[in-house]
Nanobody, 122 residues
Framework: QVQLVESGGGLVQAGGSLRLSCAAS????????MGWFRQTPGKEREFVAA????????YYADSVTGRFTISRDKAKNTVSLQMNSLRPEDTAVYYC???????????????WGQGTQVTVSS
């Protein structure tokens, strides 16, 4: 079964750090872009970061630029999101996804993980 599984979420104080990981199984995603999105209740899914299939072109939302870093390990079929200087407004369920191209639109991604909760306390 082809799937993406996120891990690494949790509760952290403002200013702290978390590292999210997304493991792909069932097939290799080395030729696909990978992205991270987040969602809070009642709001649309929001783009956070994406990385090209080659892994050398990251792309960030303005709200996380300079604080978050996306990376991928093609050999391990994983993508990570290092989140530093976290803020209460970063609280959300974080999803990883894979798609044909690195994009900020969730409609460009065809496979999603189940999500992991990140809570940042003030």
């Amino acid at each position: 079964q082809v799937q993406l599984v996120e891990s690494g979420g949790g509760l952290v104080q403002a200013g702290g750090s978390l590292r999210l990981s997304c493991a792909a199984s069932g097939r290799t995603f080395s030729s696909y872009a990978m992205g991270w999105f987040r969602q809070t209740p009642g709001k649309e899914r929001e783009f956070v970061a994406a990385i090209s299939w080659s892994g050398d072109i990251p792309y960030y939302a303005d709200s996380v630029t300079g604080r978050f870093t996306i990376s991928r390990d093609k050999a391990k079929n994983t993508v990570s999101l290092q989140m530093n200087s976290l803020r209460p407004e970063d609280t959300a369920v974080y999803y990883c996804a894979t798609g044909a191209r690195s994009s900020s639109s969730p409609y460009d991604y065809h496979l999603w993980g189940q999500g992991t909760q990140v809570t940042v306390s003030s």
